[in-house]
């Protein structure tokens, strides 16, 4: 089976620094990929990992440690447009991708 | 980029009536099709898998006679909501995946928002 683990929600100060954490145990394992989904809106790709560590994209970057099941995202100068449901997703052997529970994170001023 | 369109955006409809969601890939030839379904303030949750010119792949507990999939073609895939209930008001979302690209994003739709009445 699988299981994804995420926080069910955060609140970070505009410009800070946030991490959003997840862990997962699946049958398979293709990669890992986050994504920014805004209320009422389709998901919209941020990263994706297929190796240990670190992967920089601008404010974003995420990290993965296959060996403990664990993969954080870290998002820096938090903007209020940042407030959004973050996806943690896993994807399979059978080509599939399993999406957690989401963490929702609210920017304040 | 690629893009993947689904039609409708939202619908409203009369308990007991069916429903035709369409997804289709714009600029690729999308072997995998995924539908999602979304309760608020929840995650996706995977309906079931669609290869074209294959039966689908349902996930364990989505009823495969009331969530009908069709992916007739490489650019094309249909769910239908037969017999519609209000408790399957929900946000569906397709996602599709090309040929060689098992292990790049999927590409979402914008999503259908179904309420049933």
């Known amino acids: 089976g699988q299981n994804i683990d995420q926080p069910t929600e955060m609140t970070a100060t505009e410009g800070a620094i946030v991490q959003i954490n997840c862990t997962y145990q699946t049958s398979g394992f293709n990669g890992l990929f986050w994504y920014q989904q805004h209320a009422g809106e389709a998901p919209t790709f941020l990263s994706y990992n297929v190796l240990d560590g670190l992967e920089e994209k601008g404010r974003f970057s995420s990290f993965l440690s296959r060996s403990k099941g664990y993969s954080y995202l870290l998002l820096k100068e938090l903007q209020m447009k940042d407030s959004a449901s973050y996806l943690c997703?896993?994807?399979?052997?059978?080509?599939?991708?399993?999406f957690g529970t989401g963490t929702r994170l609210t920017v304040i001023p | 980029g690629a893009v993947v369109s689904q039609h409708p955006s939202w619908v409203i409809c009369k308990s007991g009536t069916s429903v035709k969601i369409e997804c289709r890939s714009l600029?690729?030839?999308?072997?995998?099709m995924f539908w999602y379904r979304q309760f608020p303030k929840q995650s996706l949750m995977l309906m079931a898998t669609?290869?074209?010119?294959?039966?689908?792949?349902?996930e364990q507990g989505v009823e495969k006679d009331k969530f009908l999939i069709n992916h007739a073609s490489l650019t094309l895939s249909t769910l239908t909501v037969t017999s519609a209930h209000p408790e399957d008001s929900s946000f569906y979302i397709c996602?599709?995946?090309?040929?060689?690209?098992?292990?790049?994003?999927?590409?979402f739709g914008n999503g259908t928002r179904l309420t049933v009445t």
């Open positions: 600029d690729f030839q999308a072997t995998t």
């Open positions: 997703a896993v994807g399979t052997g059978a080509n599939n991708l399993f």
């Open positions: 669609s290869n074209e010119g294959s039966k689908a792949t349902y």
């Open positions: 996602s599709a995946k090309g040929q060689f690209s098992y292990n790049s994003p999927l590409h």
